[in-house]
């Protein structure tokens, strides 16, 4: 995980990172409900998404998000991630499973998207 900080002021807004799962790199971030509506989500995700592909040349990157957050949802969408299935997490804070959307990022599908396709 790595934090997300105001340019600015130095805040911590949220964190923002890669976790190994069974079907492949994970992202995920977190932002402070002070902080939501406000882009920090997209800009850090998009710089995290570009340095899996762009350093690590990792084939793909999946993310869930729950099925009724849809400011997650538009996140993933404006940095390219495609629906690929529905499932569901247990939520330790709500003591529950809750219905996710899963999506997924191929490295090729966003290097052709951004222009760094050769």
């Known amino acids: 995980m790595l934090g997300i900080f105001h ?7 949220g964190c923002v990172g890669l976790q ?6 994970e992202l995920g971030y977190w932002i ?3 902080y939501w509506r ?12 570009k340095l899996a592909f762009e350093n690590f040349a990792l084939p793909e990157l999946i993310a869930s998000a729950v099925t009724v957050n849809e400011a997650s949802h538009r996140v993933l ?7 690929c299935g529905t499932g569901e997490i247990y939520s330790r ?3 529950c499973h809750l219905p996710v959307i899963h ?5 090729n599908d966003w290097l052709r998207a951004t222009g760094r396709a050769a």
């Open 32 to 34: 402070g409900r002070d």
């Open 77 to 83: 969408e404006k940095i390219g991630f495609s629906v």
């Open 20 to 25: 190994k799962t069974p079907e492949g790199p």
């Open 38 to 49: 406000q882009g920090y989500a997209s800009e850090a995700a998009g710089r995290l998404v």
């Open 93 to 95: 804070a709500q003591n």
């Open 7 to 13: 340019k600015e002021d130095g805040r911590l807004l």
């Open 103 to 107: 999506r997924r990022l191929k490295r």
